[in-house]
């Protein structure tokens, strides 16, 4: 896989994904909140973690430096 997601983008991704699995379970919100809530942040956490996210190669997007897009 090809490095698409860097920079300060990825502990960004790190820390709202920890905040939005956070709210989901803590919060007290309906199960439908809830959910979504966990499946964001569980997105999120795994994208920035990785550097990888589909939607950016769907897309074209890359925030990776030239030099950290090498293969994983």
Same mark, same amino acid.
């Given at each position: 896989m @090809?490095?698409?997601?860097?920079?300060?983008?990825?502990? &960004?991704?790190?820390? =709202?994904? +920890? +905040?939005?699995? @956070? &709210?989901?379970?803590?919060?007290?919100?309906?199960? /439908?909140?809830?959910? *979504? /809530?966990l499946? =964001?942040?569980?997105? +999120? !956490? !795994?994208?920035?973690?990785?550097?990888?996210? %589909?939607?950016? *190669?769907?897309?074209?997007?890359s *925030?990776?430096? %030239?030099?950290?897009? @090498?293969?994983?």
């Amino acid at each position: 896989m @090809m490095c698409n997601v860097g920079g300060i983008e990825r502990p &960004i991704r790190i820390g =709202v994904g +920890l +905040l939005a699995i @956070m &709210i989901g379970l803590f919060a007290g919100f309906s199960a /439908a909140i809830t959910g *979504t /809530a966990l499946a =964001v942040g569980a997105i +999120l !956490l !795994l994208t920035g973690a990785v550097g990888y996210c %589909p939607l950016f *190669t769907l897309f074209g997007i890359s *925030t990776c430096t %030239p030099a950290s897009g @090498m293969k994983k």
